[in-house]
């Protein structure tokens, strides 16, 4: 400290070092920086501290950020329940909340101005023997991944959902540009509804270098990872690839975490005059997605719906039971693609550790067949495990 600062600027300077949180920092560096008389001679001191002062308030901003999106999030999650928790996304009046009165028990407001609901409203709805939640999300608009209202909160709604309903206006002016709104803004928060072709994985790693393990033909040279890798300052990880990847979907994956979500496509107010020509230029550009015509308002199209987005889920039931004993009358919910050997692991660990073999019925080649652990599971199907 230059010695000829006046005596009160000692005890500031004290006072800003013993400051605890960043916010008392801030106020007793700033009353500090006042204090010290503006010369030459202490020029390199106000530099100095002027730096310090902007780091701690860019430290205070990022925690208020971090602070405000768990406020968010904890304003817009909703709790899962039953099978699978599946979010309904549309413009405002698209008729979500019509959609979720008569698919569910729920009593949302519906009311012939926008922007009625504004927090996330759950239900349940049913399909054969299970329930799935729905969940009405808040209006989306463009611009909702950018921040701003509950645009973020409703993207991590979706994004935490099991499977999406996108639901479009058949009314309005431009079905095709309110679907392209919702997959944008979606696409902007990293929320794919299309399987990707391809899927990179990076597990960063304590040591052991760079590894790449790839399931499949690679397009793009191990050593191009690697130096993609390194240029990003990453020494130590993982990287799984699948599929038809290219090196800019592995530094994509570095960034963020795309996620893909089943998604189905409602396309509400098919009573109106004039909507089916519109359904069949959304159907023409959208030819890749599952489109189901509805109408909310005369209860029409909308029997198919649980079935629809159950298969889109692609999840499956699975009914355990005891020797001797009726099956369970609750399935166990799993993914497609899930073996005896994950049906073992979820009823508890010691059903995997210790399995013998297993009895099948449903999907099996005679009832009560035989199985092990590497058997791939259908759905309904009835499972005895033996320890
Ligand atoms: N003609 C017609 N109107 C509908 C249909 N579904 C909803 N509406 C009307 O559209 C407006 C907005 O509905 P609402 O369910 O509140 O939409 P939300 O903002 O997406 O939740 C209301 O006036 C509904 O009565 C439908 O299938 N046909
Ligand atoms: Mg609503």
């Known amino acids: 400290m230059p010695t000829n600062l006046p005596p009160e600027c000692t005890v500031l300077e004290k006072r800003y070092l013993e400051a605890r949180s960043t916010s008392e920092k801030i106020k007793a560096l700033q009353q500090y920086l006042g204090a010290i008389p503006k010369h030459k001679g202490t020029e390199r001191l106000c530099a100095r501290l002027k730096t310090r002062l902007a780091r701690l308030r860019l430290a205070e901003e990022e925690a208020k950020r971090r602070r405000g999106s768990s406020y968010l999030a904890s304003r817009y999650t909703v709790k ?7 979010v309904l996304l549309g ?19 519906i009311y012939g101005y926008p922007f009625t609901t504004t927090t996330p409203t759950p239900g349940m709805m049913a399909y054969e023997d299970i329930q799935l939640q729905l969940v009405e999300a808040p209006a989306l608009f ?11 909160g ?36 990293h929320i794919t509804i299309v399987e990707q072709r391809g899927k990179v994985e990076i597990e960063r790693k304590e040591a052991g270098g760079i590894q790449v393990v790839s399931l499949s033909k690679l397009n793009v040279p191990v050593h191009e990872v690697k130096h993609l890798l390194r240029k990003m300052k990453i020494a130590n990880a993982v990287v799984r690839i699948r599929g038809d990847v290219e090196l800019d979907d592995v530094a994509q994956a570095l960034f963020h975490k795309t996620v893909y979500k089943p998604t189905i496509v409602l396309a509400n107010k098919i009573d109106v005059a004039g909507a089916e020509g519109k359904l069949r230029t959304l159907r023409t550009a959208f030819s890749h997605l599952t489109i189901i015509a509805v109408s909310a308002l005369l209860k029409q199209g909308v029997e198919n719906v649980p079935q629809r987005i159950f298969e889109a889920l692609k999840i499956l039931r699975v009914y355990t039971k005891r020797p001797r004993q009726p099956p369970a009358e609750k399935p166990m919910i799993m993914q497609e693609q899930s073996t005896i050997g994950d ?45």
């Open 142 to 152: 463009a611009g909702a991944s950018e921040g701003g209202g509950w645009g973020p």
């Open 154 to 189: 409703v993207l991590g709604l979706a994004r935490n959902a099991d499977g999406l309903m996108l639901v479009i206006d058949l009314s309005a002016l431009d079905p095709c540009l309110q679907l392209e709104t919702l997959i944008d803004e979606l696409s902007k928060s």
């Open 91 to 109: 413009l405002t009046g698209s008729g979500k909340s019509s959609i979720l009165t008569i698919l569910t028990s729920a009593k949302p407001e």
């Open 343 to 387: 049906a073992a692991k979820m009823i508890h660990k010691d059903f995997y550790k210790d399995f013998k073999y297993a009895r099948l019925w449903g999907s099996s080649m005679y009832p009560g067949e035989r199985v092990g652990l590497n058997r791939v599971l259908q759905d309904k199907d009835v499972l005895e495990i033996r320890v």
């Open 80 to 86: 899962k329940e039953g099978a699978a928790q599946v």
